[in-house]
Nanobody, 120 residues
Framework: QVQLVESGGGLVQSGGSLRLSCAAS????????MNWYRQAVGKERELVAT????????NYADSVKNRFTISRDNDKNTVYLQMNSLKPEDTAVYYC?????????????WGQGTQVTVSS
């Protein structure tokens, strides 16, 4: 059974930091690109950061570049999102998403989300 379980969300003041974690199970984690998305109230879900399976390539949305860092530990089947210099506009539900290729089939898995609230 595939599971993606996010943790680490919460309430933080503007300028503060949080680290989100996403623990994965039920699929080959090291062969999966991992992504963090977020969705604010009344807005569409947006891609925040991506990391390749080996962890050797990352990409970020312009809005979070130089503030957020995505990383992964393939021994622990966990992906992280370090968020620094948080702004009120970072307030959203953050979702972990995996893209897994197995036997030529692309599968996408989502976590349940974790709320991040940044107060001004």
């Amino acid at each position: 059974q595939v599971q993606l379980v996010e943790s680490g969300g919460g309430l933080v003041q503007s300028g503060g930091s949080l680290r989100l974690s996403c623990a994965a199970s039920g699929f080959t984690f090291s062969r999966s690109a991992m992504n963090w998305y977020r969705q604010a109230v009344g807005k569409e879900r947006e891609l925040v950061a991506t990391i390749a399976g080996a962890g050797d390539s990352t990409n970020y949305a312009d809005s979070v570049k130089n503030r957020f860092t995505i990383s992964r530990d393939n021994d622990k089947n966990t992906v992280y999102l370090q968020m620094n210099s948080l702004k009120p506009e970072d307030t959203a539900v953050y979702y972990c998403m995996a893209v897994n290729w197995s036997w030529g089939v692309r599968r996408v898995y989502w976590g349940q989300g974790t709320q991040v609230t940044v107060s001004s």
